[in-house]
């Protein structure tokens, strides 16, 4: 069965503090693994990532992908209490004739206090 | 980019009604999704609304329950039909443009 686990569920830090975000995955014709900010209702894309050991970064927003162990992480350097938002990681898989589908993990939610 | 509007914003219905949902986006697009995040839980495809065809439903959902259309390439309505509580949920439109998908703010439905 295909899914996506994220940990830790909630994560509660003080400013300037560094986190990091964790999304395992098991997906079949894997094409993308894709990090999302929510913070009311609709996710912000923050990453694609589409190949192993690529660092994607955005200002004190990071990411790797590793396909191998199936996992990938998100750093966030120096936080700030506008970072205090669910993160949801979300795989893309592959189908052919009924158009790719995204499979989302239950979202990290942080909190940053000041 | 793509820019994606929802109507309604948020709703309250009585159980046994419907209610449709609308979502334009600005540019035109071959497939749109729909998607529900219910209290606490993370999003879950419900279906996958192509133009000209019919929509393809996710494992768990049906077209009786959640009719689709698609009359063009910028607009889609999701019906959620004899609505009871467990339907409460947000419900959203989402797009993929080249690499990114996009999101519309969604609809905050209430079902008493």
């Known amino acids: 069965e295909d899914k996506v686990v994220q940990s830790p569920l909630s994560l509660v830090v003080h400013e300037g503090d560094t986190v990091t975000l964790n999304c395992s995955y098991e997906?079949?014709?894997?094409?993308?693994l894709l990090w999302y900010k929510q913070e009311k209702k609709a996710p912000t894309f923050l990453f694609m990532l589409?190949?192993?050991?690529i660092e994607k970064k955005s200002g004190r927003l990071s990411s790797i992908l590793d396909k191998k162990e199936l996992f990938s992480i998100l750093n966030i350097t120096a936080t700030q209490t506008g970072d205090s938002a669910i993160y949801l990681c979300?795989?893309?898989?592959?189908?052919?004739?009924?158009?790719?589908?995204?499979?989302f993990g239950t979202g990290t939610s942080l909190t940053v206090i000041p | 980019s793509a820019v994606i509007s929802q109507k309604p914003s948020r709703d309250i219905c009585q159980r046994g009604t419907s209610l449709t949902i609308q979502c334009q986006v600005d540019?035109?697009?071959?497939?749109m999704f729909w998607y529900r995040q219910q209290p606490g839980q993370s999003l879950t495809l419900i279906a996958t609304?192509?133009?000209?065809?019919?929509?393809?439903?996710e494992s768990g959902f049906v077209i009786d329950k959640f009719p689709i259309s698609r009359p063009n390439l910028t607009f889609s309505t999701l019906t959620v039909s004899n609505m009871s509580p467990e339907d409460s949920s947000i419900y959203l439109c989402?797009?993929?443009?080249?690499?990114?998908?996009?999101f519309g703010p969604g609809t905050r439905l209430t079902v008493l």
């Open positions: 989402s797009v993929e443009v080249s690499v990114e998908q996009f």
């Open positions: 997906v079949t014709n894997f094409r993308s």
């Open positions: 589409t190949s192993s050991g």
């Open positions: 979300a795989v893309e898989r592959y189908r052919s004739n009924t158009g790719n589908q995204f499979y």
């Open positions: 540019s035109q697009v071959t497939m």
């Open positions: 609304a192509n133009q000209g065809s019919e929509a393809t439903y």
